[in-house]
């Protein structure tokens, strides 16, 4: 069987990958994003078209990603170049590679922001100082917090230092440490949250909500949102899951592990976005909110509640956790490349990365007060002037383009053999059915979501 060495270590286990996998999966996308983008494009259309471009589209590119990661063992630019090579096919498949490194960057540099967010609100509830406050008062407390760029620097500088602190220790000390204390964490305080929504909120709303289905509310640009967010929380189209399947061992199925990553992640949306819409239609909040959903209508539910300041700052510190884990897995194309391109040590590598997402992160900060502008993106407005720029770029556009690309060079450009060899046989029934989605599904799936989107269609 065909073998290379990744010289960034390995995952000691398949528990450890799928630990890992699940914390980069996992994170704001899931427990900020969802539930405001669920809230925005109206409720239960949503969440079906989400769903079914999770099954179509994110989880075969994600078997696909992980699959090109351990053949090529590498940092994804180089693990392109490789695979490329080894196809016989032109070298330029590793630019997929650059634009999904680049993206992640950007993510990294607006996630960064969002995580000091819930690091400020951590520290708020947990010192009670939100402890029965008004919806004004939670209005203002957020208004000021985003009108305010020194505030936000000081938390987003916070959070990359964190970031920085474990990539730096590398696989096994730095990546696995974090990973198997913070996520049995995560799980355990999602539980906590959802079983004090279920005594506390109203979950038969939040669920007729999310599950019940108005067709009229979907726009093509909702469907382009909610294809972009299947990439986006799968953390696909980026190369992250690409490097972590670099180190996976050999032996691990990667199918059913991916398959296990993906449900976990989805679990998490789908008690995330119940437990926060219980709370918000208990209250009778707004659920179209935006970004500020959770920061401006949270903390009034939590502050009405009994013992809300401790399961408030539960929630935050859950928050925290979910994008520290995430943060790591975007960081670290860019680093592994680093490291095998100039030779560089990890640490350097971290350190440079993470000032230059820190530096980018800067641009959020201050489209969100002094360089906010507004515009339409497919009938949607958006207030957010160039963080919205960045979010549509990335995850609108790179991230699909890029599971187009991996689709396509899998499903076409790759031999058969070697995908059924780096997959354990080609002879199942579910690897034939995953490729023939791979190769005719997926790209097609993909581009007609595109076309809507951009009115061609
Ligand atoms: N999947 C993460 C989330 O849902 O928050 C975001 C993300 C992490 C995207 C890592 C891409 C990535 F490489």
Redesign the pocket.
């Known amino acids: 069987m065909y073998q290379r060495i990744s010289i960034h270590g390995q995952w000691s286990s398949r528990l450890m990958f799928i630990l890992a996998a699940t914390g980069?999966?996992?994170?704001?996308?899931?427990i900020w994003k969802f539930p405001y983008l669920t809230g925005e494009y109206g409720g239960g259309a949503f969440v079906l078209v989400y769903l079914i471009c999770l099954a179509l589209v994110g989880i075969p590119i994600l078997i696909a990603e992980v699959m090109m990661g351990r053949r090529g063992r590498q940092s994804p630019v180089f693990s392109w170049q490789t695979l490329a090579a080894d196809a016989g096919a032109n070298g330029s498949w590793k630019l997929v590679g650059w634009a999904g490194m680049l993206a992640?960057l950007i993510?990294l540099s607006y996630y960064s922001v969002i995580a000091g967010w819930t690091l400020a609100y951590l520290v708020r509830m947990a010192s009670g100082s939100l402890i029965r406050v008004t919806e004004e008062g939670a209005g203002s407390i957020f208004t000021q917090l985003v009108m305010d760029p020194e505030r936000m620097l000081a938390w987003h500088t916070i959070f990359m230092v964190m970031t920085i602190k474990v990539i730096s220790r590398g696989v096994k000390k730095g990546l696995e440490q974090a990973v198997r204390i913070l996520m049995p964490l995560l799980f355990a305080l999602l539980l906590v949250l959802v079983i004090y929504a279920w005594r506390h909120g109203d979950f038969a709303q939040a669920y007729e909500f999310m599950f019940n289905s108005d067709f009229s509310k979907l726009t093509p640009a909702a469907l382009l949102t909610a294809l972009g967010h299947a990439f986006?929380?799968?953390?696909v189209g980026?190369g992250?899951m690409m490097v972590y399947g670099a180190y996976l061992p050999s032996r691990v199925s990667i199918a059913k592990t991916s398959i296990l990553v993906a449900l976990l992640d989805t679990i998490v949306a789908l008690l995330a976005g119940l437990v926060i819409f219980s709370i918000v239609f208990a209250h009778d909040l707004a659920a179209g909110d935006g970004p500020g959903l959770i920061f401006q209508t949270l903390p009034i539910a939590f502050g009405q509640m009994p013992g809300g300041s401790f399961f408030g700052a539960l929630f935050f510190l859950l928050l925290v956790f979910t994008a520290w884990t995430?943060s790591i897995?975007?960081i670290e194309p860019m680093v592994s490349w680093l490291v095998e391109k100039r030779d560089v040590d990890r640490i350097r590598a971290a350190i440079w990365t993470g000032i230059v997402a820190w530096l980018l992160g800067i641009v959020t900060i201050l489209s969100l007060n002094s360089w906010s502008f507004s515009f339409s993106f497919g009938g949607q407005l958006k207030h957010h002037g160039l963080f919205d720029v960045l979010d549509i770029l990335t995850s609108s556009i790179i991230l699909p383009l890029g599971g187009l690309c991996v689709a396509l060079f899998v499903g076409w450009v790759m031999s058969r053999e070697s995908v059924s060899e780096e997959l354990g046989g080609g002879k199942s029934i579910g690897f034939k059915l995953w490729y023939f989605v791979v190769r005719f599904i997926t790209p097609v799936a993909v581009l007609l979501v595109f076309l809507r989107a951009i009115g061609v269609v």
Do not use: K
């Open positions: 980069s999966a996992v994170g704001l996308g899931n992640g993510i986006f929380t799968l953390s980026v992250a995430s897995a975007l």
